[in-house]
């Protein structure tokens, strides 16, 4: 089952408008983290924000916001005032409970298939 | 500055010719981990490791080895590269910590193999 769901491979924004990227995942640990990711057309993947399952607020940083809904296991992002820069793939990311192996505990990320954003002028 | 550095950042090999692509962190991180990215495919582990001499395999480990010597490099080694493995590389470091252990990436190492 996917653990990840990206329901948008693209989305179109005019600068300065915000843009809501969605995000739902499935998880049955009660114990689990959020992540969402910029990968610019450089290639790199630069971290965004981040979001606790035990987190009582809605993270936020900068322009992005978290919307997380626990209840109904989305974790959206919210980039307020598009800039030009914003244009990039955006990948959801979970960590759920770290699995113990031979190796010690794994912290290994699943990640969405990514939403394409494009800013206009 | 805080980062994770990858060396080589592009690399065209031929089969079968060993390469390592290095990678090195300097927060102190405990936790290292390589995903390779491939179309369609996504974000896939390959191999991660909690700390010094201690390393297991991910989700797609064949053909790939590491090593874990010291806290701060963790590099991947292909010892006789084939073209499937022609992909987008990350390595990745994070603390070892069971909230907000945040994942912080290189930049990608681009790897061709003819």
């Known amino acids: 089952a996917q653990k990840i769901t990206q329901t948008q491979p693209g989305m179109f924004v005019q600068e300065k408008e915000a843009v809501t990227l969605d995000c739902t995942y499935d998880?049955?640990?009660?114990?689990?983290?959020l992540f969402w990711y910029k990968q610019p057309s450089s290639g790199e993947m630069i971290f965004l924000i981040y979001q606790g399952s035990y987190d009582q607020q809605n993270a936020t940083e900068g322009r992005y916001s978290l919307n997380f809904q626990k209840a109904r296991k989305s974790a959206n992002l919210v980039i307020s005032a598009s800039q030009l820069g914003d244009s990039a793939m955006y990948f959801c990311a979970m960590r759920d409970q770290p699995t113990l192996n031979s190796g010690g505990s794994n912290y290994k990320l699943t990640f969405g298939k990514g939403t394409l954003l494009t800013v206009n002028p | 500055e805080a980062q994770v550095t990858q060396n080589p950042r592009y690399l065209i090999t031929v089969t079968g010719k060993k390469l390592t692509v290095t990678c090195s962190q300097n927060m102190n991180h405990e936790y290292m981990s390589w995903y390779r990215q491939d179309p369609g495919l996504g974000l896939r582990q390959i191999y991660y490791s909690m700390n010094v001499e201690v390393t297991d395999k991910g989700d797609v480990p064949e053909g790939y080895k590491v090593s874990r010597k010291e806290k701060r490099n963790f590099p991947l080694i292909l010892e006789s590269p084939s073209p499937n493995q022609t992909s987008l590389y990350f390595c990745?470091?994070?603390?070892?910590?069971?909230?907000?252990?945040?994942?912080?990436f290189g930049a990608g190492t681009r790897l061709s193999v003819l």
């Open positions: 990745a470091s994070s603390l070892f910590a069971t909230t907000k252990n945040i994942q912080y």
């Open positions: 998880t049955s640990d009660p114990s689990y983290g």
